[in-house]
């Protein structure tokens, strides 16, 4: 199954030119994934060689307009640019976010008169008190849902955190599990993990002759995980005749923050060993106090976090828009967004972690685990 | 006193790489009014010559999302690019809009955590029943505003209908009255008519030699309309030594409708001899059928609304993103925007209007009138 993502904004507070506001799409098999909206996203989707109709999933990272504004005319477009067929009814795209995001898009939609031609679900995320400082959270008053649901709206779940594994479990079904955890922010913000099931190994097909079973339906139901009873009355059990299973692949896309929240040891367990982290990295170095006091973070905290995870691959976003993108960037110029990619390399030598800058449009394949 | 206005956006229902969604701007003497702001319409600013924190007043036709999805997020953006000065408060920026505005920026900057560094005032504008289908009428309890004033929000005026002039008093000052009028779409729309106050005649500065005025501050009292006192006893009336008045120039800006509405006579005197009038022609006159279904002109409707009023150009904007700029329109496309420029002409014959179409980016300058 191949699996690649794709960033359509780097640039962080607002879309410029030559960045846009935050967006980000995983893509596995045709289906899209969104990960944040930020205003322009469906004008950088037109630019890409994605398809806005294929989003099945959105989330949102956190509140901010710079990765949230586009969501609304989002919608709007896929729906019209959908074809109502009366025969069949349209999947509901889930998006999930934190508390606030429902209203949001209720009254966004709402007083623009926007109906869509498909059904959509805000699952929400209840944030912990500590994702903040105290000005940065909504209070009930903000967020409390006065209207009806949206005409094309269906009832979303309100999810709590786990405390046993401190995330949120937002989803999982036969291919992933996906789950949420807390950041530091001037707003709650949420990182997100997506790991793949892992998937069986090969069968052995030497053994599997011997053993007298015979290619066809049996294989079938070794390779699903069950046991199978041959004529002889012997019982093939799937471990003995399968290769060691092939890991899924995981992805972590982390929002804005300064700070990783919660039990460590927890958390690193969760993201350990992911094939790429996503992280911030919005100011270089030697602005770190003025990065951590806007809630964001510079190459070197990104690469500390990656280092815990053992992640192999670190992708760097959410660039300041002082930096400009590599292709355009001039000897002299002050800012060399460049020198970010230096700088989380130099935090993480000798650890193997391959550090990559994010540039819009740029698509990375996730390969299968070998 | 230079004046001219500035396409950002020219498409229809959303916005493409090759039309932004809607929004224009009027500039005099450096002063930015924006009318409508459609999502990406900052980033449009930016590859335009204007600049955004010129912006002091905003005029939003009607609550689509394809017109206002662009504005909390420029609003940020202008407030990022502030330079805050202690010493010097920064001045209100006016937004004029359709019932419901206030509360669409208050939930939108408000979940979202924005502080702006500067205050607005959402000055509303009460539709009337007629001005849409019964299903696209907000009902009070969408727009009912159950929070208080968000942290930079002024108290802003309620304008109802003046049934004497079928019109709305926006504002006046000492250059210009500003009104808006209605129009028939699927949600209230309104248009706009944007009066320059006329400008005192020149001095016939050889009569005032004749009758003993020296050049200095009689002249100025004069012009500004003044009588004024000789020693010799004598009252010289302003009307006696000024040339005819110059007419103030007279811009219409009308929102998405199918058609005008109201009182016939009282809109062609506040719209007759508009130097320009800026109309929607989203389909051609062979889709009319469907323009007006979905509450849109074509060029042949826009043209009739302009001979009307006595109008001097007729620029035709919001086209349906299946209408490519000019300069992308490839031989044998089946749609050629070239086409409804010649629509509008056919039915302008022998009238002397002039018919010009929007592109982005496009700037139009608007001379004084002689």
């Known amino acids: 199954m191949t699996m690649d993502m794709t960033f359509l904004g780097t640039g962080s507070a607002y879309p410029s030119p030559h960045r846009g506001a ?26 890409s060689q994605l398809r806005a109709g294929r989003i ?9 307009g710079d990765h949230l504004f586009g969501l609304p005319g989002l919608l709007c477009t896929v729906s019209l640019n959908t074809n109502p067929d009366p025969q069949q009814s349209l999947n509901c795209v889930d998006i999930y976010g934190p508390r606030g995001l429902r209203h949001f898009l209720r009254v966004t939609l709402g007083l623009t008169g926007s109906q869509l031609l498909f059904p959509y679900a805000v699952h929400e995320l209840e944030p912990t ?48 599990v996906v789950k949420a955890f807390r950041l530091f922010h001037r707003i709650p913000s949420f990182g997100f993990c997506i790991q793949e099931r892992n998937r069986p190994g090969r069968l052995k097909t030497e053994l599997l002759k011997e053993l007298g079973v015979k290619p066809g339906p049996l294989y079938g139901r070794l390779k699903a995980g069950e046991p199978v ?23 972590c896309i982390l929002g804005d923050c300064s700070s ?33 006091d806007h809630g964001h973070s510079t190459p070197e905290m ?29 000897e002299g110029d002050e800012d060399d967004v460049s020198e970010l990619r230096r700088q989380a390399e130099d935090a993480l030598q000798d650890s193997g972690i391959e550090v990559t800058l994010a540039e819009d449009f740029l698509t990375l394949p996730i390969p299968l685990r070998r």
């Open 229 to 251: 009873s041959l004529e002889s009355g012997r019982v093939v059990l799937p471990g003995d005749v399968l290769e060691e299973a092939i890991p899924g692949r995981k992805v």
């Open 302 to 330: 990104a690469a500390a976090v990656a280092r815990a995870c053992g992640a192999r691959r670190l992708v760097l976003y959410h660039f300041s828009q002082r930096y400009k993108p590599c292709s355009m960037h001039k």
């Open 56 to 64: 099945t999933k959105v989330f949102i990272s956190h509140l901010h």
């Open 260 to 292: 990783v929240l919660g039990d460590e040891a927890l958390l690193m367990r969760l993201c350990s060993g992911a094939d790429i982290l996503v992280h911030e990295a919005t100011l270089g170095n030697q602005h770190r106090e003025k990065a951590v």
């Open 129 to 176: 008190t500590d994702q903040s400082p105290e000005e940065g959270q909504l209070g009930l008053e903000v967020t409390a849902e006065r209207l009806p649901l949206h005409q094309q709206e269906q009832a979303g779940r309100t999810i709590s955190l786990d405390a046993s594994t401190d995330s949120y479990l937002l989803f999982e079904d036969k291919r992933f």
């Open 22 to 47: 935050s967006a980000l799409v995983l893509r596995t098999e045709g289906e899209c994934w969104l990960f944040d909206c930020g205003e322009g996203t469906q004008t950088q989707l037109m630019k």
